[in-house]
C-alpha cells in the first residue's frame, strides 16, 4: 500500500512497518523465528497522484478541493463530451461544497471514463491533526483503517506475519497476497478468529476447542483472522 503525504510534518517518507499489536499477541503465544508487520510506502506530495490513500492536516484539506476543482474545471474548458460533461459538472458541483470526489457514487463505466485523470480527491482521503504525528504507530493504523485495510495472519514455523488487503477481500485474493501459486491452486481456507485465538490460548489450543473453520474462496475475510490456505501445487 503507497501513502501520499501531503506536506505532514512529521511522518517520515519510504517504507514504513505498521506495528500492529495484534500480531505481537500472536507472536507471544506461537513460536516462529520471525516477526514481520505490514508494511506501507509513504511518498510525498510530488508523487501523492500514484497513492492509494492522500494523509493531509486538517487545516489544508481545502487544498486538494482546490487543485480538483482546478483540473475539473480546465477539463470542462475543453468541451468534452456529453457523458464526460456531465459527470465534470457532477464533480464540480460537490468540490464547490468542499466535498471530495470519493463521495459521489460512479457507475464502472464513469470510473473508467476519468481512469487517467490527475484526481486528489477520488482516493480515501485521510485528515489528521499536528498531535496524531506524534504517535505514528497509532496513525499509520488509523490510515490504513481510514483506507479502507485490514490485516490477516498467519503464524508458525519460520514466521509469523500480518498481510494487508483491501477490507471486503475474499479468502481468494487473500491468498495471492502471500504467492500467486497459492491463489492459483486454492482449495480452502483454514480461519480462526483473532477473539477465538487469544481465548483458547494459540492455535493448537484453538484448533482442539473447535474454533477452526473450513471455508471456501468466496469467504470474506474479517479483520486479524488467522489463516492457513490449502492448495494444490
Not at 514481520?36 to 509513504?42: C, G, L, M, R
Request: hydrophobic letters at 40%; charged letters at 30%.
Amino acid at each position: 500500500m503507497k501513502i501520499g503525504v501531503m506536506e505532514v510534518p512529521g511522518i517520515p517518507l519510504g517504507r514504513q512497518n505498521v506495528k500492529d499489536s495484534r500480531l505481537d499477541q500472536a507472536d507471544k503465544l506461537v513460536q516462529a523465528k520471525k516477526k514481520t508487520y505490514p508494511q506501507v510506502e509513504v511518498v510525498g506530495a510530488e508523487d501523492a497522484l500514484e497513492a492509494d490513500t492522500i494523509v493531509v492536516l486538517k487545516e489544508n484539506r481545502l487544498d486538494l478541493v482546490l487543485k480538483d476543482l482546478e483540473f475539473v474545471e480546465t477539463r470542462l474548458g475543453r468541451s468534452p463530451e456529453e457523458a464526460e460533461k456531465n459527470l465534470l459538472n457532477k464533480m464540480k458541483a460537490v468540490l464547490e461544497k468542499e466535498g471530495f470526489i470519493s463521495g459521489i457514487e460512479m457507475t464502472p463505466g464513469e470510473r473508467e471514463l476519468i481512469s487517467g485523470y490527475g484526481l486528489f480527491t477520488i482516493k480515501p482521503v485521510v485528515e489528521v491533526s499536528s498531535e496524531e504525528v506524534e504517535n505514528l504507530t497509532a496513525l499509520f493504523i488509523r490510515i490504513l483503517q481510514d483506507s479502507g485495510f485490514i490485516c490477516f495472519l498467519t503464524v508458525g514455523d519460520k514466521e509469523n506475519r500480518a498481510w494487508l488487503i483491501k477490507k471486503g477481500s475474499t479468502a481468494w485474493e487473500a491468498s495471492g497476497a502471500i504467492h500467486s501459486d497459492i491463489q492459483k491452486g486454492f482449495i480452502r481456507a483454514e480461519i480462526i478468529s483473532f477473539n477465538d485465538f487469544i481465548q483458547a490460548g494459540g492455535e493448537t489450543q484453538a484448533k482442539q476447542a473447535g474454533k477452526m473453520r473450513l471455508e471456501s474462496k468466496e469467504y470474506i475475510m474479517q479483520d486479524a483472522d488467522l489463516a492457513n490456505f490449502r492448495f494444490n501445487k
